[in-house]
């Protein structure tokens, strides 16, 4: 197998990966505030891209599929059938799989508003945090009918 070919097959699954990515998140109907970390990621692959000697089509579009999926992995939310974590290969967790969910309150000091970070506690005890640009009430009227019964709604 030439390096070609490699860079090749990686092509077509990061692209299927951002094809993916953007599907879901078409599906969002709360969408959390953007992970402007992601962006960092993006600026490392540009300077490895600049130094490295290797210039095929294949290559470039192999880091230009891993700029776009960073870009895309900074948006994250609620869907309909769960939540939308902010992650480089966008997975959607089951609110079947959800144990709980904190939302906190926390004003931005700039401007005055009330943000809500949601913690949201998977049944393998993984965290998903998200920041949403909405009052506590609000984002819990939007997810609470969504949620099973033994799923609970902590407002703090």
Do not use: C
């Not at 130094?51 to 994250?76: C, D, H, K, M, R």
């Not at 969910?101 to 809500?116: A, G, H, P």
């Amino acid at each position: 197998m030439s390096i070609n070919t490699m860079w090749i097959i990686l092509d077509i699954a990061l692209l299927t990966g951002a094809a993916l990515n953007t599907y879901w998140q078409s599906k969002l109907i709360e969408r959390a505030h953007y992970n402007y970390w992601m962006i960092l990621y993006s600026v490392f692959y540009l300077f490895f891209i600049w130094w490295t000697p290797y210039t095929g089509e294949a290559y470039i579009v192999l880091i230009a599929a891993l700029i776009l999926l960073n870009f895309q992995s900074g948006v994250g939310g609620f869907t309909e059938r769960g939540v939308m974590g902010n992650h480089f290969f966008s997975t959607i967790t089951p609110y079947t799989d959800l144990t709980a969910i904190t939302l906190t309150r926390f004003k931005v000091v700039q401007n005055d508003k009330e943000r809500v970070i949601a913690t949201i506690v998977t049944r393998r005890n993984h965290r998903i945090q998200l920041i949403f640009n909405h009052t506590a009430e609000e984002l819990e009227q939007v997810i609470q009918p969504k949620l099973p019964t033994e799923v609970s709604v902590t407002i703090q």
